[in-house]
């Protein structure tokens, strides 16, 4: 079974960064797609970013130019650095593991991602 653990979240001010980290165990991060997802109170989990196992990366609209996924092959981790952070962004934030290549998807279609870690707790206060 693969495991999914998130780290790195935590209490910011407007403007701050942070680096969410998502360790993988039980599989190789590089041969799935990748995702990060964030739910904030009282709304649905929404997409924010994924990598294929080719490498190439996908962003919500939101979080364009702020947030960059990445992953570390030989620590068999997935990343997302979140810059500028703004109090909308405060949510929980989950990584997730899809088996297909989510190359040329359209959106962030959840139901393709059948591994989700517990996510981590991401406030931004203004």
């Known amino acids: 079974q693969v495991q999914l653990v998130e780290s790195g979240g935590g209490s910011v001010q407007a403007g701050g960064s942070l680096r969410l980290s998502c360790a993988v165990s039980?599989?190789?991060?590089?041969?799935?797609?990748m995702g990060w997802f964030r739910q904030a109170p009282g709304k649905e989990r929404e997409g924010v970013a994924t990598?294929?196992?080719?490498?190439?990366?996908n962003y919500a609209n939101s979080v364009k130019d702020r947030f960059t996924i990445s992953r570390d092959n030989a620590k068999n981790t997935l990343f997302l650095q979140m810059n500028s952070l703004k109090p909308e962004d405060t949510a929980m934030y989950y990584c997730?593991?899809?088996?297909?290549?989510?190359?040329?998807?359209?959106?962030?279609?959840?139901?393709?991602?059948?591994?989700w870690g517990q996510g981590t707790q991401v406030t931004v206060s203004s």
């Open positions: 997730a593991a899809a088996t297909a290549n989510c190359a040329g998807w359209v959106g962030y279609p959840q139901g393709n991602f059948g591994y």
């Open positions: 990598i294929n196992s080719d490498g190439i990366t």
């Open positions: 039980r599989a190789t991060v590089s041969n799935y797609c």
